[in-house]
């Protein structure tokens, strides 16, 4: 099963490039890297622990 790779984040709304850093949490919710510490990792949609995004090559 693939991660659903956002584009945007779901806080800010800022664009995130599939190569850059980007916070994901089990249900997939998907944050950038400013909001990820101002959240201290926490998810506020499901109260999940934010990680680090794995990173694909663009196509």
Do not use: H, Q, W
Not at 35 to 50: D, H, I, K, S, V
């Amino acid at each position: 099963m693939a991660l659903e790779m956002r584009e945007t984040c779901e806080r800010c709304e800022v664009s995130l490039t599939t190569d850059g850093p980007a916070s994901i949490c089990s249900y997939e919710c998907t944050f950038c890297a400013d909001c990820t510490e101002a959240m201290a990792a926490n998810c506020p949609n499901c109260g999940g622990e934010l990680v680090a995004r794995p990173r694909r090559k663009a196509a």
